[in-house]
T-cell receptor
């Protein structure tokens, strides 16, 4: 079966760094996505990794290891507005997105 | 540019009633997705269209659900008859998929339609 695992909830402090992990087992792999979803809003695209390594985009970075079926999203200099759910999704061999359940990130002052 | 537009934003209806949700994808996108999101089950793909043709409807829960895409700029998701367990947020999303099937890397979501069935 296809499976995406990520922690249900994490808490971090404003100004700190947090790493949200995602592990996957899918039928093939054509890329991994991270989306951010604020409460009551739609998911919005954060990053896309298809090759191993780190992709940096401002305060957010995403890492991929295809051999380990593993990715993480790194958020630096946390701000209160970063409180949201972070969804990991993998595109399988049929180019279909398999979604994780999301990690709710709580930022405390 | 206008994003994906969904209507209605909120709907409250009674069990047994017909519900129709509407979506206008981003102009130029060739793929449209209907998702359902609940606390218990997360984000679930219901159906996926490519160039207005339904490609994968394996996620449609049962015969009470149907979706159409009569043209490149409009799609509907219909539930008839509706049941309380259909209460959820329904998202429409669009993207541009190349001829090789590869997603360009971003799925654009509408703001969602929050459905409550009493």
């Amino acid at each position: 079966g296809q499976n995406i695992d990520q922690p249900t909830e994490m808490t971090a402090t404003e100004g700190a760094i947090v790493q949200i992990n995602c592990t996957y087992q899918t039928s093939g792999f054509n890329g991994l996505f991270w989306y951010q979803q604020h409460a009551g809003e739609a998911p919005t695209f954060l990053s896309y990794n298809v090759l191993d390594g780190l992709e940096e985009k401002g305060r957010f970075s995403s890492f991929l290891s295809r051999s380990k079926g593993y990715s993480y999203l790194l958020l630096k200099e946390l701000q209160m507005k970063d409180s949201a759910s972070y969804l990991c999704a993998v595109e399988d061999s049929n180019y279909q997105l398999i979604w994780g359940a999301g990690t709710k990130l709580i930022i405390k002052p | 540019d206008a994003g994906v537009i969904q209507s209605p934003r909120h709907e409250v209806t009674e069990m047994g009633q017909e519900v129709t949700l509407r979506c206008k994808p981003i102009s130029g996108h060739n793929s449209l997705f209907w998702y359902r999101q609940t606390m218990m089950r997360g984000l679930e793909l219901l159906i996926y269209f490519n160039n207005n043709v339904p490609i994968d409807d394996s996620g449609m829960p049962e015969d009470r659900f149907s979706a159409k895409m009569p043209n490149a700029s409009f799609s509907t998701l219909k539930i008839q008859p509706s049941e309380p367990r259909d209460s959820a947020v329904y998202f429409c999303a669009s993207s541009l998929v190349t001829s090789g099937g590869t997603n360009t890397g971003e799925l654009f979501f509408g703001e969602g339609s929050r459905l409550t069935v009493l």
